[in-house]
């Protein structure tokens, strides 16, 4: 069974970074593209970034500049990287699998972690 275990949400202030972690088996994190995804209260969960497994990244336009994505090989971690957060960046946040590269949609969920950006 593949698991994708988050961790890194909390509570921050306006302007303040949070970095998350998502650690998964070096069979998937090795093979598989990896992402995240977020769902605020009230909306569709939507996509935040992927990077492949080679390293190329894809960002949503609401957090390019932002946020990075990065992949720590020899943990088999996936992490994000949030500046400069604003309360729109609140949301759960959930980390992906991605069986088809950086183009496809999530194979596999997290259970996902909340940020919330607030003053």
């Known amino acids: 069974q593949v698991q994708l275990v988050e961790s890194g949400g909390g509570l921050v202030q306006p302007g303040g970074s949070l970095r998350l972690s998502c650690a998964t088996s070096?069979?998937?994190?090795?093979?598989?593209?990896m992402g995240w995804y977020r769902q605020a209260p009230g909306k569709q969960r939507e996509l935040v970034g992927v990077v492949s497994s080679g390293g190329r990244t894809n960002y949503a336009d609401s957090v390019k500049g932002r946020f990075t994505i990065s992949r720590d090989h020899a943990k088999n971690t996936l992490f994000l990287q949030m500046n400069s957060l604003k309360s729109e960046d609140t949301a759960v946040y959930y980390c992906?699998?991605?069986?088809?590269?950086?183009?496809?949609?999530?194979?596999?969920w997290g259970q996902g972690t909340q940020v919330t950006v607030s003053s």
């Open positions: 070096g069979s998937i994190f090795s093979s598989y593209a």
């Open positions: 992906t699998a991605h069986k088809w590269g950086l183009n496809g949609t999530p194979t596999y």
